[in-house]
């Protein structure tokens, strides 16, 4: 339920904590990551002065940085490439979509009736809880050793392969290009348009072009992937999607403040209008960037990989 936003200098720690999930192991990990997150969220909402309650946050966001790319090197070390790591995939991009939606929201009527202190409160439990889960659902994690490489799966990997392209290439590049529409559409904003018109209609096309991409995206980054390096390559997705979330705000705000400042002194709302209208403008060009780059990623993903990462995987 803690905003993301006050934890945006700790990104740089996905990388790491999806490499400790390889080398300490996932439950292991995992089970660290949300005893540390509950234990300093109850620390933060007992905080009797402001050093110790920014002290618990940035733990907190320590442990979120942790435990965001574990959660996928489950997933993509549980679930074999096939029909059902996409269905796991999915659910994965719904839940982490839903569930901070949901946080701010809910975040707002504890905050409300009880106090700021129960948006850390509210955390005890709910990780108390998944740690119990963890602990009943997720077995004990195999050493290096003992576990055991399944031979090639040529036919399957065939399958596999030329179904992820067919997802990809319909998904992401329909993905962005919806995107696109609709950034291009709200790149049209004047100080007179309506709110189902000029807003609603647009945002939609926004939100039904970014929600469908997520899935396919998050397939090609982890298809082929050894499992010794799994946590590793689920760090770098989450860094670079947080990271690039920060960088593309600051762009796009920079570009609305810039083109705000002067023309409209008389009438600050239409200035405020020009600008968002040319950030709007300056991101549907980036999504239609990303609909032509993104053609490029079945190849790059499997460029090699019968010979490479799945011969590895398979010796």
């Not at 009527?109 to 740690?131: C, D, K, Q, Y």
């Not at 991101?283 to 780059?293: D, I």
């Amino acid at each position: 339920m803690s905003h993301e936003r006050d934890h945006d200098h700790l990104r740089g720690f996905l990388l790491l904590g999806g490499r400790l999930a390889d080398v300490l192991g996932r439950r292991r990990t995992l089970l660290f990551a949300l005893a540390l997150l509950t234990a300093v969220s109850l620390a933060g909402g007992f905080a009797p002065d402001r050093t110790s309650l920014v002290t618990a946050r940035a733990v907190q966001g320590l442990g979120g940085a942790v435990l965001s790319p574990v959660t996928l090197t489950l997933l993509t070390t549980t679930f074999p490439e096939g029909p059902r790591r996409t269905r796991a995939m999915g659910v994965w991009s719904g839940v982490a979509g839903t569930g901070a939606a949901a946080g701010s929201v809910l975040g707002g009527v504890l905050t409300g009736p009880l106090g700021w202190r129960w948006i850390l409160f509210v955390n005890g439990p709910i990780g108390a809880g998944a740690l119990v889960a963890a602990l009943a659902i997720l077995g004990k994690d195999a050493s290096r050793k003992s576990e055991r490489r399944p031979g090639p799966d040529v036919t399957g990997a065939i399958l596999v392969t030329a179904g992820l392209v067919t997802i990809v290439y319909g998904l992401l590049v329909g993905g962005a290009l919806l995107s696109a529409a609709g950034l291009a559409w709200l790149s049209r904003l004047t100080g007179d348009g309506t709110f189902w018109r000029t807003l609603f209609v647009p945002g939609m096309l926004v939100t039904l072009g970014v929600g469908p991409a997520m899935t396919p995206l998050a397939l090609a980054a982890t298809s082929g992937v050894p499992r010794e390096d799994a946590g590793l390559d689920s760090g770098v997705l989450n860094s670079t999607r947080q990271i690039g979330a920060c960088i593309g705000l600051a762009v796009l705000s920079t570009v609305a403040a810039t083109c705000a400042v002067t023309p409209h002194v008389a009438a600050p709302s239409r200035a405020f209008t020009s600008g968002y209208a040319l950030a709007f403008g300056v991101a549907a060009a980036f999504a239609l960037v990303a609909a032509v780059t993104s053609l490029a990623v079945p190849a790059l993903s499997h460029s090699g990989e019968p010979s490479g990462r799945r011969h590895h995987q398979g010796e």
